[in-house]
């Protein structure tokens, strides 16, 4: 594999990548009561030595009550656990790396499995968990408000630690996610509409607040997804017409680049055409994207957390799509969370060195 094209430095606005490759946002819960310690950082600051181009933190949450359904994530808020982002991405920087916090708020959750739940109820468009079933509430004009604020907040205070750029976490059934989705997303007032651009309200505003708040020249990111965790084969948009009509309202708002979320990056999003998620939001919106989905190894990660092992695999696929420039930046999760050198090796060649995925890598940071 050439895959040379993939170490060219990328620039956009406080951006400034050595090399394509980025680390994917992953849960690890290893943050207890929110807060990330050395540990936390010192498993960044790997990434950075190992020549990640961009690292994207785990899901850290946002300051509301009930935006989290693990005591483990990490906050994003509070004087220890900023504390412990400042001195995470110090380490980073010290190691030559660059890094975005990915802030979120999980919205309508199911029960955490040891049974804890945060101090206040649930919160979402309707609090509707799936068809049939609510476990929360729905969200008044001033919670709306709030979270708005809330994310604003945690973005300032990425760019005041002095992180790179900050993503907002807009897919896979969280909260920005339960509004984009008409399942979860039953409102009656200006937040729902018939198309999911029409439910495109409440991320817009977020993404304004988040823009207001750090200016111009810092670079925003979100991560969406079309499919939802409980329908794989779920279409947010079923047309590229759909498709651009939503993405473009984000774009407007503020959104710099689009982290487009597949499970598998070769699957093509719509009939007629090879191209991915990621490839169809460059074309429409003319914004850089990121593609992520299985880059690097067998299986999917869905999998991979059912305790499915996986196997180094290929990225001759992945390179003819990039270097068609169908992308312009490439997530890479379970291969870099099982291997912080997986960048290096890859770069100079030492494929035989590639390691496969085990569930008993979740168990650590390695």
């Not at 719509?270 to 990121?290: M, Q, R």
Request: proline share 5%; aromatic share 10%; charged share 25%.
């Amino acid at each position: 594999m050439n895959v040379n094209s993939l170490f060219q430095p990328f620039s956009l606005k406080s951006l400034h990548l050595k090399n394509r490759i980025v680390m994917a946002p992953m849960t690890r819960s290893f943050s207890p009561n929110g807060i990330p310690g050395d540990n936390v950082a010192a498993y960044y600051q790997r990434r950075a030595a190992g020549e990640v181009g961009l690292i994207l933190s785990e899901g850290t949450v946002i300051d509301r009550p009930s935006s989290s359904y693990d005591p483990n994530i990490p906050h994003f808020y509070g004087e220890q656990a900023l504390k412990g982002w400042e001195k995470t991405i110090n380490d980073v920087h010290a190691a030559g790396g660059s890094m975005g916090p990915q802030i979120w708020h999980q919205g309508i959750m199911g029960k955490y499995h040891t049974g804890w739940l945060p101090p206040a109820p649930f919160e979402g468009p309707s609090g509707i968990l799936k068809p049939g079933e609510t476990n929360g509430k729905a969200m008044t004009d001033a919670d709306i408000a709030d979270v708005i604020a809330a994310f604003g907040k945690a973005a300032a205070d990425a760019k005041r630690l002095g992180f790179d750029c900050v993503e907002l976490h807009g897919a896979h059934g969280y909260l920005i996610d339960q509004f984009f989705y008409e399942v979860t997303n039953a409102r009656t007032d200006k937040y729902n509409g018939k198309t999911v651009a029409e439910r495109s309200l409440f991320a817009t505003e977020v993404i304004k607040e988040v823009r207001r708040q750090v200016g111009e020249d810092f670079a925003i990111i979100i991560r969406l997804s079309q499919w939802k965790p409980l329908d794989y084969t779920h279409k947010m948009a079923k047309t590229p017409e759909e498709m651009g009509a939503w993405l473009n309202l984000l774009a407007d708002a503020g959104i710099d680049i689009f982290h487009c979320s597949q499970r598998r990056f070769w699957e093509p999003e719509f009939e007629g055409s090879d191209l991915n998620f990621a490839g169809w939001a460059k074309k429409l919106t003319g914004k850089p994207t990121i593609t992520v989905g299985s880059v690097g190894l067998s299986g999917d990660f869905l999998s991979a957390f059912a305790g499915e092992s996986s196997e180094p695999s290929s990225l001759d696929e992945l390179l003819r799509r990039y270097d068609r420039g169908d992308f312009d930046l490439v997530a890479v999760g379970r291969p870099i969370l099982a291997d912080p050198e997986w960048v290096k090796k890859i770069k100079n060649g030492r494929t035989s060195e590639l390691k496969g995925f085990s569930k008993e890598a979740l168990a650590q940071l390695l």
